[in-house]
């Protein structure tokens, strides 16, 4: 029987959701110059991937008594046995299984047929997509009929013209950024829209930017000039067509002006170059999913895309949280079709149905037994006074390869190795599905998630019947929906393969649309950043020496103007919203825009979420994260935006100050 590579082999970059190759050792890491993803060029948080990996990790499993007690070092056997004890003296209702998309689709896989076939539990939730892009994915799935892009990075070297929506890829995913510029270079255009002057947006050929939620106004603005323009015949028969037309006709160019914060020739610019394209390409991002307009902006350019048969391009968070989605990591199953279902069910017997989501469940809900994979809730759910309380009211079990602020409330920490230390398979953002193996030895006894399923259901009296993790490679090939094209023996000789990407069965869709937000009267809005140096809340990248030497201290950001006008350069400020507070040096930023507020995600003493209050999603109950309201203090003062709500400074290319 074939097995995936062993040691030596190129790792896969553990942070995003390109999932780059690199070649790794414990003293380097180098690019791998024949991987089609990074081409070579992979960004500077995997270029320093070795820095981070050795150090301070979780290397044998623990125990802790009471809540407040020392982790206590066990053997596997006696860790595996307290869990099982719990699993089976409580109500299969009150266990949450939360999968971060760190894992391989073969860990994802074993824990889901966990939860939902051994345990009995349907609240199973892919907790970094749920946080993440849930809302992009559920969109695609009922506008283009696939829950992933249509298109791959190298598509958008033949785009004519690309729109990105909420998303920042010159900082968040460089190789992409690099095929963008290099369209650029042979003449495609480039749109922004989003609320940010952002680095993406000073490099883009025309910036719109609008208020927080006033997305929906210019997107259905824009459809209804390339339908004024001369709709193709196909359009009127799309099903949902009837709905849609009605839904964007309110959408006329003074609704989308209102919108706007940027100049209104950006917008006639953006009209025009969306008409005379032939090959045109959308991605978005956190900037809609997380944004208070929710999932409004997302259906609008998605129908859009459709309207346009423009590629979807759209990239995934983490490294792995597209197919950790794809292997059925939601509540119930309820993402996988009624026949993919029947197929599981005829293998796992019968499978719950209805269940919470890792948000509502941490923050609404009491589970009595949380078991997660890597990830750090009290550092990335808002509210973190509401999760510590349900962290410490359940049975926590984390497998980590970190003890973090959270496993310091586990009962039991068990030890996983990291992406360059696992094997399987992870999908990327591309739904390019991509061999991982061992390039470096996992540490300590540390297992995979597969693993440990495989032991906890034997403890529990199944059977999984997976012996190693091209055993669950063969059932994900015969069970996850997109995934029966896939060659088993080609990845388990380290070639690359696609799962099923669309459009199939395409429809337009509508949703309803809150408008765009302001800031109450002397109150400012606050958004969270990502750092070019840290990745998410930063506790594996502030282990690199250069990547923290480089990203400074913590700030709270604003744009240069006002900072002059305040008069308070270098002043210590604090934000305070209507759940907590952050305090740190005030900084200039010429991606904020006037009465706004920045603050990086990394930030660790302070943390952004301390602000957030929980504000879920209508359609993916993923936190609104971004734009809270906040009032700033110097010392006991209040200190006002120097503009009204109202008459937000409208940036212009080139005139800014700093852009
Ligand atoms: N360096 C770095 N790279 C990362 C990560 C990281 O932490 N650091 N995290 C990874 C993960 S998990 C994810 S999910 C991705 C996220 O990557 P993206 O999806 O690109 O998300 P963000 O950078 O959070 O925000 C995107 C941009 O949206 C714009 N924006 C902000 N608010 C709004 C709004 O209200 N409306 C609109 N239309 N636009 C707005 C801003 O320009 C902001 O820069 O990045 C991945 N890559
Ligand atoms: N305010 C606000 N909150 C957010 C977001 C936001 O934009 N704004 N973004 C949300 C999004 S998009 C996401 S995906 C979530 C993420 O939420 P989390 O997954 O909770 O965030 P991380 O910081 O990645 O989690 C860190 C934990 O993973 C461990 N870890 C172990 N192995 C690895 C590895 O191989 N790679 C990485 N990266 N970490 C490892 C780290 O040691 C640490 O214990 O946060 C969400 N929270
Ligand atoms: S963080 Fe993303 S872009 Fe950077 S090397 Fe890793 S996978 Fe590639
Ligand atoms: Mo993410």
Redesign the pocket.
Known sequence: MREYPGLGATAICP???LACRLRLTPDSTAPDPTDPVSRGSP?V?GMTVHEAIGRGRLLEPMVRRGKRGRAERVGWSDALSRIAREIAGSDPLGVHVAIS?KVTNEDALALVRLALSVIGTPNVDGA?ARV??SSTVGVLKEILGVPASTGTLDDILGMDLLLL?????A???PPMYARIARARARGASVIY????N?E??RASDVAVL?R??G?TAVLNYVAREVLESGAPAWVSSVPGWDDYYSWISAYDRRRAEEALIGPTEALSRAVDLVIDSVRMGVA?????T????GCA?LVSLYDLALLKRATVVT????VN?QGVGDMGACPGLGCWDEEHRRAAESRWGPLPRGGLTFTDALLEGRPDVIIMTDMNPLHSLPEPRAVRRALEDAFVVCMCSYSNETSELADVLLPVPMMPEREGTVTNGERRVRPVARALPPPGSSRQEWEIAVALARLLGSEMGYSSALDVTREIKALVPGYQGIDVEALAAGRDQWADKGPVRPRLAVAEDPGPVRAPPGSWLI??????????GGEVTWRVRSLARASGGPAIMMNPRDLEELGIAGARVRACSEVGCVEAPVRANP?IPRGFLGYY??NRRARYNDLVPWRPSPCSRTPLY??VPVTLYLGEEPLSPPLGPEEVEVFRKGTHPLG
């Open positions: 942070y995003c959701g960004c948080r998309g970094s993440c892009h929506a909420g998303t920042n890829p900082v968040d995913y829209l989003g609320t940010l952002s993406t947006a609008v927080p939620g997305e978005s991002g956190m900037g809609l997380h944004a208070p307009g902006a990239m995934r968070g983490l949280v958004v969270d950043l990502r750092s070019p140096h840290h990745f998410l991606s995600l990394s971004k734009y």
